[in-house]
């Protein structure tokens, strides 16, 4: 079993800085590419960042030169460092993992239960 959980969200003013992880754990041999998504009321779920194994990086447009993601393979953590925030980045973000659990020959994914972002004007 594959467990995700989010950490470090909150309430934060325009402009201010959010620090979220996302932490996986359970029976895991290897864990691929790891992506943060959000979904703010009455939209879609969009995604915002994401980062394969190789530490290729891709951003959605508004949150470039904002947002950096990063990972450790080690602890099988990743992070998303969150600067100069602006009220449209509210919503509740969501970590994913393509994770090979131990007993498996084939990636899975795997998705958190949400962390709420709230950004005030």
């Known amino acids: 079993q594959v467990q995700l959980v989010e950490s470090g969200g909150g309430l934060v003013q325009a402009g201010g800085s959010l620090d979220l992880s996302c932490s996986a754990s359970?029976?895991?041999?290897?864990?691929?590419?790891w992506a943060w998504y959000r979904q703010a009321p009455g939209q879609q779920r969009e995604l915002v960042a994401q980062?394969?194994?190789?530490?290729?990086?891709n951003y959605q447009d508004s949150v470039k030169g904002r947002f950096t993601i990063s990972r450790d393979n080690v602890l099988n953590i990743m992070y998303l460092r969150m600067n100069n925030l602006k009220p449209e980045d509210t919503a509740v973000y969501y970590c994913?993992?393509?994770?090979?659990?131990?007993?498996?020959?084939?990636?899975?994914?795997?998705w958190g239960q949400g962390t709420q972002v709230t950004v005030s004007s």
């Open positions: 980062i394969t194994r190789g530490d290729v990086k």
């Open positions: 994913s993992a393509d994770v090979m659990p131990r007993d498996h020959e084939s990636y899975r994914t795997y």
């Open positions: 359970g029976s895991i041999l290897r864990v691929g590419t």
